[in-house]
Each structure stands twice: as structure tokens, then as C-alpha cells.
């Protein structure tokens, strides 16, 4: 077997397959179809200080090879993750992250520090780019001033790896991937969801409350491939690839482009188990090239 460890920034992961958050629960819920063990990392659902009731209903639609979702970064709070959920990860043997979202500088910064309090949370993936909030979320990650203060504010407060989530909702994407790296960040993840739309034509009114929404799934993997392509040759931080993947396949193109992980995101609502493929997929790939180690394919793209 090839060795699939890899890291990003100090932390190291058994394998680069991790799940995105929204989409995994707190990972233990998917613990009945799989060993969840065996991933390379979990991030949970969005958290922020106070709990958040997110969006009326409806606020999720399917789309041709894909979905939208206004769900809003619905969850109990913080603390109600410190206490009731938090004791029930450390038995799991895989690395936890969380995502953490604000509606300010002030709440990222208060929920960064709550959580860097946690001994077995080794890092936090900073949500600047979801296009579901009135407040903060996508505000942040749309503008390279805003983006580099909110990084710099979390940054020091919080000592452990930092992962930054970017929007694809911009110009240059590139741009705000450098100005987080200046300001600290260990990692960047991209992308987050484009903004979307549907109308149901029968009632002439859009399908979701919020009219807008975030478009997940297969349909927006080329886009999602291409920027992570394009930061990778902007920064020198390590990159975890994200939207749209749905196979082994799709994970090593985005290892070739330059993410050093990746995360399965929309399709465990349609295949739970499909992160365990796509580890076992890497594998295999990597065993019938001659590649003993997945940090091999890293950047290998040939142009």
C-alpha cells in the first residue's frame, strides 16, 4: 500500500480525504455505514457563539448534478458542542476540525478562542465565504482587506493550525488566498459554494425563501478545479480542494492541480460511504503508477 499521509500545515493526516462541513453532521452520525476512523479528517457542521435557528423554509432545491442550499449555518452554539458533542470525539480515532463562523470579527475571534481550548480540536477551517448569511459569512471573504483582518484578528487568538475557507464569489480568488496566507493562515480551502438561483415557474416565485443560494455538487467541480489550479501556483501554503467531488478520479485531479487534500462534500448525501472509496481509489491509483507516496502526485500536474 502507498503511503497516503500527508500534512497540512504541522497537522498531519492518516490520508488527504476529509468531509466538508454541512455535509458530514459532527461525523458521527455517518459511524453506522463506515468506520469513521479511517478518514483523514472530519470538519463539523458550522459553529458559531450563539445558537442559530438559519433560514426559513424552504432552503434547499436540486439542480442538474447538483443542489442549492440556503440552510444558513443552522446549529446549537458553541457551547452546547463544548459540552454534549465534544466528549464523544475523543474516542474517535481521526483528526476533528471545526468551522467556525461570526457575524462579526469579535464572534470568529470569541469561538476561535473557545475552541483552541479543546485538546483533541487540532485546528479550525475559518468560514469567510458562506453565501447563506445576512451577517459576516461571504461579507468577509469577498474583499482582500476584510479577509486579511479577520485572519490577523483569529490568528492572535488562536494557536493551532488555521485553515481558511475562500468564496468563489470574486474576481481573483488568488488575491485574498495571499492576503490570508500574509496575515497567518496555515491552510486555505476552496472553494465554497457559488451563488445560485431557482424559480418555480408554475408560481412565478423563487424555490428557496432566501431567493438566493449556495449551487454544491458535480456541476461545479471544472470551476472549483481550476481556482484550486490557480492558488496553487499563488501561495506557498498548503491547499485543500474542494467542490464537486464524487470519485477517486475527481480526488487525484485535484491532487494534481495542487491540493495537498481534499473533501467530499455534497456527494455523501448521496453515496455516505464514498469517502471510503475514494481513499481506497488513491490507493489503488497510486499502487498501479508506482507512487509510494500520495505527496508524490501533489502539483504534478503536467502542462
Known amino acids: ?20 462541513s454541512g455535509t458530514f453532521g459532527y461525523g458521527l452520525e455517518y459511524a453506522d455505514f463506515f468506520d469513521i476512523s479511517r478518514l483523514g479528517g472530519i470538519i463539523v457542521k458550522g459553529m458559531t457563539i450563539e445558537p442559530r435557528e438559519g433560514n426559513p423554509y424552504p ?12 440552510v444558513g449555518l443552522q446549529n446549537k452554539g458553541i457551547e452546547h458542542f463544548i459540552k454534549e458533542i465534544y466528549p464523544a470525539l475523543r474516542s474517535v480515532d481521526t483528526h476533528f476540525i471545526v468551522n ?13 478562542e473557545k475552541i483552541a481550548a479543546l485538546e483533541f480540536i487540532p485546528a479550525i477551517e475559518l468560514n469567510i465565504s458562506c453565501p447563506n448569511v445576512k451577517q459576516g459569512g461571504m461579507a468577509f471573504g469577498v474583499c482582500v482587506s476584510s479577509a486579511a483582518e479577520i485572519v490577523k484578528a483569529v490568528r492572535k487568538v488562536y494557536p493551532k493550525t488555521l485553515i ?23 491552510s486555505v480551502s476552496l472553494i465554497n459554494t457559488l451563488l445560485g438561483m431557482a424559480i418555480d415557474v408554475e408560481k412565478r416565485k423563487p424555490v428557496l425563501s432566501t431567493i438566493t443560494g449556495g449551487l454544491s455538487g458535480p456541476c461545479i467541480r471544472p ?45 455523501n448525501f448521496i453515496d455516505p460511504v464514498i469517502s471510503i472509496k475514494v481513499i481506497d481509489g488513491i490507493n489503488d491509483y497510486c499502487d498501479r503508477n508506482g507512487f509510494i507516496s500520495v505527496e508524490e502526485l501533489i502539483g504534478k500536474l503536467e502542462t
Open 1 to 20: 500500500m502507498a503511503n497516503l499521509t500527508t500534512k497540512i500545515g504541522d497537522l498531519e493526516l492518516k490520508n488527504p480525504v476529509i468531509t466538508a
Open 59 to 70: 432552503r434547499m432545491a436540486e439542480t442538474p448534478a447538483g443542489m442549492l442550499n440556503a
Open 100 to 112: 467556525v463562523s461570526g457575524s462579526s470579527i469579535d464572534t470568529y475571534v470569541e469561538c476561535a
Open 164 to 186: 481558511v475557507k475562500l468564496s468563489p464569489n470574486v474576481t481573483d480568488i488568488t488575491e485574498i488566498a495571499r492576503a490570508v496566507e500574509a496575515e497567518g493562515a496555515d
Open 223 to 267: 470551476i472549483s478545479l481550476r481556482m484550486v489550479w490557480q492558488t496553487a501556483k499563488a501561495v506557498k501554503i498548503p491547499i485543500i480542494g474542494l467542490g464537486g467531488i464524487a470519485s477517486w478520479q475527481d480526488a487525484v485531479e485535484f491532487i494534481l492541480a495542487g491540493a495537498s487534500a481534499i473533501q467530499t462534500g455534497t456527494y
